[in-house]
């Protein structure tokens, strides 16, 4: 299978630091990697899409500077969540694409769980 | 609406089937997953159907296609307590995954 990690799985910081968040695939390149953000007994909701050596794609109502994505290699993609505020305490899941066109599968990782006091 | 929906609760006996449903809008999907996510985890890809099947079955998991009603369900076979979770259908659009609601299995002993 294709195993995704996520580093770290839980960080409680102060408000107004920056946290930052790896995403890895394990035993297979990514081009593509995505970033979710998850509220308790919610849906996934996608936050970006991180591309190997380009700047990353976010949806409609992410702020991109204070959600920084940097995606330096075929294997590893990070979000970090500049100046944290409590209201960023969440549910962070990446994915990370495998294969091509109609054969595009996404893979998750475990998930960090960021708690902003 | 919502592009994709489910039901948002599921309470069954252990050893029954259980009948996961789900819609979904874009008739262009050219496929749609099922994932499976536990408590504080990730979610695992549990299974795939590509647009032009009707049926895939993997074990005890069965995945029903009806493209025409754009209606995807996902079917366990003699369910187990280790299959309580929370289930996603998504589809892909432009690339993206839309991810239904989930909905939360529960299996009482």
């Known amino acids: 299978g294709a195993v995704v990690s996520q580093h770290p799985s839980r960080v409680i910081c102060k408000s107004g630091t920056s946290v930052k968040i790896e995403c890895r695939s394990l035993d297979f390149q990514a081009t593509t990697m995505f970033w979710y953000r998850q509220f308790p007994k919610q849906s996934l909701m996608l936050m970006a899409t991180?591309?190997?050596?380009?700047?990353?794609?976010?949806e409609q109502g992410v702020e991109k500077d204070k959600f920084l994505i940097n995606h330096a290699s075929l294997t590893l993609s990070t979000l970090t969540v500049t100046s944290a505020h409590p209201e960023d305490s969440s549910f962070y899941i990446c994915s990370a694409q495998r294969g091509q066109g109609a054969q595009e599968t996404q893979y998750f990782g475990p998930g960090t769980r960021l708690l902003v006091l | 609406g919502e592009d994709v929906e489910q039901s948002l609760f599921l309470s069954v006996r252990e050893g029954d089937s259980s009948v996961i449903n789900c819609t979904y809008t874009?008739?262009?999907?050219?496929?749609l997953y099922w994932y499976k996510q536990e408590p504080g985890a990730g979610l695992q890809l549990l299974t795939y159907i590509f647009s032009n099947m009707d049926m895939k079955q993997d074990q005890r998991l069965t995945v029903l296609l009806n493209k025409k009603d754009k209606h995807l369900s996902l079917r366990i076979a003699d369910t187990q307590t280790g299959d309580s979770a929370i289930y996603f259908c998504?589809?892909?659009?432009?690339?993206?995954?839309?991810f239904g609601q989930g909905t939360e299995l529960s299996v009482k002993p």
């Open positions: 998504a589809e892909s659009k432009r690339g993206k995954l839309i």
């Open positions: 991180s591309n190997e050596g380009s700047k990353a794609t976010y």
């Open positions: 874009d008739s262009s999907s050219t496929y």
